[in-house]
């Protein structure tokens, strides 16, 4: 018997995917300043979107950039290799920060290894992200992509907020957070969150409704950071529609991918294009701090849900919940 519902919601999640972004000004290689000095980090920073991040600024003379991302068994050196491949630098500033963004011990662990290496943080880019799993659930019973995406790095940025803060009193210091949410943010259940099922599995939606569930809390948590804390840049962004790890698993499973996987190159962008509203939001001058742009340079075109401040308010609140007690001992 053919499931509709899930053949429409494939449809719909490879036109996402088979979009376009051209047009957008922003060249990593002349826009970039000179990041001497920095330090950065990029959460899936071994995935598609992540590593290309992190190889862009790799490019531009900071001191550090941390690829946080799941650990490995070679502790990360292959994709660090990759990215001084790809920089064309084999002494380029990078580490790999191994951290597993779906338990709290695993993520306070690295944090703690972050802080002992390092006394500033110039942009934490906000990048790891899944979309098309099987339900489940975090180590502390979440769902897990609201989980991962969301409630992970709202730990994250909790636990490196010090440091952040610190980095904004130096001298010429522009310290961003650059939160990556997604158009699919629209995918969300009614209400944008559904506040009491967001322990369990919620299985009773589709994946792609829990993708933009925690895509809606991301875009949410970027405002709410943002006003209180006015001395940094918080910003959600939108990267575009990029064939990627995400959309790799996507082929294999979906039947209307795999029929429609051979042109939607001819619809994507590169990732080196993808990464461009990351870049843009994490260095340009005219950046506005709690908007959410999609695309790059174009703020508010988030949906209702997004701009629900009332639902990121009570967000906020719950995270608070959620998180406290959580200290670096
Ligand atoms: N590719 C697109 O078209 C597109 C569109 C909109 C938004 N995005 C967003 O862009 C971001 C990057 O995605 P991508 O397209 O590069 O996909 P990707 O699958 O290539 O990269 C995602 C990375 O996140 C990491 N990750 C997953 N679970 C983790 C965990 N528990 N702890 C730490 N890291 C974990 C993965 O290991 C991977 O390296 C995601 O947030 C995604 O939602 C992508």
């Not at 950065?40 to 598609?48: F, P, Q, R």
């Not at 972050?114 to 992200?129: I, P, T």
């Not at 795999?258 to 190159?265: F, L, W």
Request: proline share 5%.
């Amino acid at each position: 018997m053919v499931d509709f519902q899930a053949l429409i919601a494939s449809a719909r999640v490879t036109l996402l995917a088979s979009g376009n972004q051209r047009g957008i000004a922003f060249d990593a290689a002349r826009d970039i300043p000179a990041q001497t000095g920095k330090v950065i980090l990029v959460t899936g920073g071994a995935g598609d979107l992540g590593r290309t991040v992190a190889t862009e600024f790799a490019r531009h003379g900071p001191a550090r950039v941390y690829i946080a991302d799941l650990p490995r068994e070679d502790g990360g050196a292959s994709v660090v290799a990759a990215v001084r491949a790809a920089v064309g630098d084999e002494n380029a500033p990078v580490r790999y920060l191994g951290v597993d963004l779906a338990s709290f011990e695993s993520i306070k662990t690295a944090v703690r290894e972050f802080c002992a290496a390092e006394e500033r943080l110039d942009v934490a880019v906000l990048n790891a992200g899944i979309m098309r799993v099987r339900p489940g659930v975090t180590e502390e019973g979440y769902e897990i992509a609201f989980g991962i995406n969301y409630l992970g790095h709202a730990l994250l940025t909790r636990l490196l907020m010090p440091t952040l803060l610190r980095t904004a009193e130096l001298p010429g210091a522009d310290v961003r957070v650059v939160a990556v949410s997604s158009e699919g943010h629209n995918m969300a259940p009614k209400g944008g969150i559904v506040f009491d099922k967001l322990k369990g599995t919620f299985e009773e939606i589709k994946y792609y409704q829990r993708y933009g569930q925690s895509k809606v809390a991301i875009i949410g948590f970027a405002r709410e950071l943002a006003q209180r804390h006015p001395q940094i840049k918080v910003v959600a962004v939108h990267p575009g529609r990029i064939i990627t790890g995400m959309a790799h698993g996507l082929q294999k499973e979906s039947l209307l991918f795999k029929v429609t996987a051979p042109i939607s190159p001819l619809f994507c962008v590169s990732p080196e294009i993808g990464v461009r509203n990351h870049l843009w939001a994490a260095t340009g001058a005219d950046v506005v701090s709690g908007k959410y742009y999609e695309p790059v340079g174009v703020p508010d075109k988030e949906t209702t849900v997004a701009k629900d401040t009332e639902l990121s308010k009570k967000l906020w609140e719950w995270t608070e919940k959620a998180l406290e007690g959580i200290v670096l001992e």
